[in-house]
């Protein structure tokens, strides 16, 4: 299970794999009942942080969600 911040790479339908993201949230439970990890593009994820805003992003079943080994650059962490 990846921690907000993590990178993560996303199972699709078709059964292909996408890199290039970050979770963004906890697990949560969806109006549906499946667990989800909100996730952003690495893009979004940078631009949000650069504008000390929240990164936007989708829900995403936990059971398609990888961490990925790809190394990604650590931005500093925010204080509360």
């Known amino acids: 299970m990846p921690d907000p ?3 993560v790479g996303l ?3 078709d059964g292909s794999r996408r890199q290039g993201f970050r979770a963004i949230s906890c697990p949560l439970t969806s109006e ?5 990890i909100w996730v952003a593009t690495e893009d979004e994820y940078r631009a949000a942080w650069r504008s000390n805003r ?3 992003g989708v829900p ?4 398609r ?4 080994d ?3 650059h650590q931005l500093p ?3 509360a």
Do not use: H, K, N
Request: charged share 20%; with cysteine; proline share 7%.
């Open 5 to 7: 911040g993590q990178c």
């Open 11 to 13: 199972l699709l339908e």
């Open 32 to 36: 549906t009942g499946e667990v989800v």
């Open 54 to 56: 929240e990164a936007v």
């Open 60 to 63: 995403w079943p936990v059971d």
């Open 65 to 68: 969600i990888s961490i990925s």
């Open 70 to 72: 790809a190394p990604a």
């Open 77 to 79: 962490m925010r204080s």
